[in-house]
């Protein structure tokens, strides 16, 4: 979503490629396509410091940038 930068709101981050934890994040990482990388299972398994990027999309306008929701309900697959 496309979102004024004075202000991201609670659950969200700004697309700008941070690094994230990917235990902390594994939903966000699932509906984004990134996988675990190969023997890690389950998030438990997961070592803490296993990071992945946030995607990075810039804005046009210099007042807005991009945000996309990191915490929430996991989408359903029909």
Excluded at 25 to 33: E, S
Excluded at 68 to 74: A, K, P, R, S, T
């Amino acid at each position: 979503m496309i979102f004024h930068k004075d202000w991201v709101p609670e659950n969200w981050m700004p697309c700008d490629g941070r690094k994230v934890k990917f235990k902390k994040y594994a939903a966000l990482a699932a509906v984004l396509g990134i996988k675990a990388p190969e023997g890690v299972g389950y998030v438990e398994d997961m070592p803490e410091d296993l990071e992945f990027n946030l995607p990075t999309i810039g804005s046009k306008h210099p007042d807005f940038n991009y945000i996309i929701c990191v915490n929430g309900l996991f989408p359903i697959r029909a």
